[in-house]
């Protein structure tokens, strides 16, 4: 199951719904602390995280911190609206990152190949 997490509703939603049309299991939150939450309960029940960058509250790279406590390895993907040099430089060492652009079709790709 992924973990997917993103404060835009139509985002998360839509996301989720892309994967899920292709049989993938998706826990998909709008609050990064409940995601959290739902991470740490049972971590081994998700086997990737998407996560968006910039978040109230817990920021996706706060979030990526903490479910690297439990499972080093996980991989991640941060969605990002911002693709500046120093935004995804520091990405780069963390996970895989794809800009927000919903409905170009190797954004569907990239996430797609990621998920399955």
Do not use: C, W
């Amino acid at each position: 199951m992924i973990l997917l997490v993103d404060d835009d509703k139509d985002v998360m939603n839509y996301f989720k719904a892309v994967l899920e049309s292709v049989g993938v299991k998706v826990d998909g939150h709008t609050d990064s602390t409940k995601a959290l939450h739902a991470y740490e309960n049972e971590p081994e029940k998700y086997t990737h995280a998407i996560l968006d960058v910039y978040m109230p509250k817990l920021s996706g790279e706060d979030l990526e911190e903490r479910i690297r406590l439990i499972s080093p390895t996980m991989p991640i993907m941060f969605l990002t609206g911002v693709t500046d040099t120093k935004n995804v430089t520091r990405l780069e060492g963390k996970g895989t990152y794809m800009k927000k652009d919903l409905f170009a079709p190797e954004a569907i790709q990239k996430i797609m190949s990621f998920a399955t």
